[in-house]
C-alpha cells in the first residue's frame, strides 16, 4: 500500500509538524512518498527536525514553489496536488496543509470532475476556519461554508483535521450519518519535555534571571503581530518604570521583524538589555525552555484564521498568555482560561493587559488547568488522530 505526503511548503511550522507525524506512518506497512519542493532540502527545519526521521521514505523534489496572487498559489497547488496523485498513483493522500487545495477540489467537483479517483482516501490538515466564524458574513465566506458542507457529504477528503477550534465545531454542528468526511480537531502537537522552573529556564538560555520577563516565541515577524507587541512593551515600561521587565522575542526574526527592532524609538529598551532576541530556528527542547521562561506569553496575532501552537508550549509549562480576543485564538483562550485577551492592535489595551497579567496572582490551580488543556495536544495525540483514517483503511485490507 502506498502513502503520499503533498507538502510544497518548507517553511514555519510545516517540516516540524510533519516530523511529528511521519515516524507514526512509517510504523505501518506501508511505502511512504513525500512530494515536496527542491527548496526544502535546504530548510534548516527540515535538516533539524525531518531529515532524522525520513527513514524510508522516498523524498521526491518534484513540486515547485510558486508566487504571485493568492489565487495562483492556490490553484498552483491545487493542479499540482491532483499530478502528484497521478503520477504517483497512492492508495492513501496527505494533503498536508490542504487550506489552498480542499476548496478547489469541490469547485471542480461542482463542475463534474473529481480531481482524483474516488478510491485514493485522503487527509488534509486545515489552518484556515476563518469562513466559520460567527462574523464571518462576506460572500467568499458563505461560499466557503457551502463548499464545506458539500465536502462533509461526498468530496474528496475522508479525514479533515482541522488546526481550529471553530472550524471544528462548524464541522461537527453540520455532519450527517455517512458522510464520507470526518472532521476530527487535531492537536497541536507538543513533543513532551522534562519539566522546569523559570529560574532553569532562563539560566538555560542565558538570560537575566531577576525581574519579569513577557515572550513571544515561534516566527517572529508582522504576520504573529511583533509590531504590536514591541508597541505594547514600551508603553509598559511607562506604566511600571521602575520594574524593570524584559521583552524576549524567541524564533526566526523575519525582515519585518528586524525593521520594527530598528525603530528609534525602541532603541533605549535594545541597549539597556530590555528588549531580548533569539533569532534562528528552534527545535523542540528550545522551543519548550523558551516558553518556561517567562513569567507571561504574549500573542500579537490578530485577525488570524487559526489557533496559535505557541499557546500550547506556554500553557504545557504553567504559564498565562496574553493574546488577541478574536478569532480562534481568543475564543480558546477565554474558553479554556489560558490567561487573558485584548485588542492587541491598541498599545494601550495591550500593555494594560500585560501590566494586569504580571501583576495577578496565578495559582496552583491556574498552572494544573492550562497543564491539563496542554496535556490533550500530547504527540501520541496527534499521531492516533493524524493515522486514523489510514489505520482504518489497512484494518480493511487496503481495501476502500
Known amino acids: 500500500m502506498r502513502v503520499l505526503l503533498y507538502e510544497p511548503v518548507p517553511d514555519g511550522h510545516h517540516m516540524a509538524d510533519l516530523s511529528r507525524l511521519l515516524p507514526a ?60 496523485v497521478k503520477r504517483y498513483r497512492p492508495d492513501h493522500l496527505y494533503v498536508m496543509m490542504g487550506d489552498a487545495v480542499w476548496w478547489l477540489t469541490e469547485v471542480m467537483r461542482l463542475a463534474g470532475r473529481r480531481s482524483w479517483p474516488r478510491e485514493v482516501t485522503a487527509d488534509t490538515y486545515l489552518i484556515r476556519g476563518g469562513f466559520t466564524y460567527p462574523n464571518a458574513h462576506r460572500p467568499v465566506d458563505r461560499f ?27 464541522g461537527r454542528h453540520h455532519a450527517k450519518p455517512g458522510d464520507r468526511g470526518q472532521v476530527r480537531l487535531s492537536p497541536a502537537p507538543l513533543v513532551p519535555q522534562a519539566p522546569m522552573s523559570k529560574h532553569q529556564a532562563r539560566e538555560r538560555l542565558g538570560l537575566p534571571v531577576d525581574g519579569k520577563l513577557i515572550a513571544a516565541i515561534g516566527m517572529i515577524g508582522e504576520l504573529r503581530g511583533v509590531s504590536y507587541i514591541l508597541n505594547a512593551f514600551r508603553r509598559l515600561s511607562e506604566l511600571r518604570p521602575d520594574a524593570g521587565d524584559r521583552l524576549l522575542l524567541a524564533g526566526p526574526h523575519d525582515e519585518g521583524a528586524h525593521a520594527a527592532l530598528a525603530r528609534s524609538e525602541f532603541a533605549s529598551l535594545r541597549a539597556a538589555g530590555r528588549i531580548l532576541s533569539i533569532d534562528r530556528y528552534l527545535n523542540d527542547e528550545e522551543m519548550f525552555t523558551c516558553a518556561a521562561a517567562p513569567d507571561v506569553f504574549a500573542n500579537g496575532t490578530h485577525n488570524h484564521a487559526g489557533r496559535s501552537s505557541v499557546i500550547v508550549w506556554s500553557a504545557a509549562n504553567g504559564r498565562p498568555a496574553v493574546t488577541t480576543n478574536t478569532g480562534s485564538i481568543g475564543y480558546v483562550v477565554e474558553s479554556e482560561r489560558l490567561g487573558w485577551t485584548c485588542n492587541v492592535a491598541s498599545a494601550n489595551e495591550f500593555a494594560s493587559t500585560l501590566k494586569k497579567a504580571l501583576e495577578s496572582p496565578w495559582t496552583e490551580a491556574d498552572i494544573d488547568r492550562v497543564k491539563a488543556y496542554a496535556s490533550w495536544h500530547d504527540i501520541a495525540n496527534y499521531r492516533a488522530i493524524g493515522t486514523q483514517t489510514l489505520r482504518q483503511r489497512l484494518d480493511r485490507g487496503g481495501n476502500t
Not at 43 to 54: D, G, I, R, Y
Not at 61 to 74: A, E
Not at 145 to 158: A, E, P, T, V
Open 144 to 170: 466557503r461554508r457551502f463548499l464545506f458542507r458539500r465536502m462533509l457529504r461526498d468530496g474528496h477528503f475522508d479525514g479533515i483535521l482541522m488546526l481550529d477550534e471553530y472550524g471544528a465545531e462548524y
Open 25 to 84: 506512518i512509517l510504523e505501518l506497512p506501508v511505502e511512504v512518498i513525500l512530494a515536496t519542493v527542491p527548496e526544502t532540502l535546504e530548510e534548516p527545519s527540515f535538516k533539524l527536525m525531518l531529515e532524522p526521521v525520513l527513514g524510508r521514505t522516498q523524498v521526491e523534489t518534484t513540486c515547485v514553489r510558486c508566487k504571485g496572487s493568492m489565487f495562483n498559489r492556490n490553484w498552483h497547488q491545487y493542479r499540482e496536488c491532483a499530478a502528484m
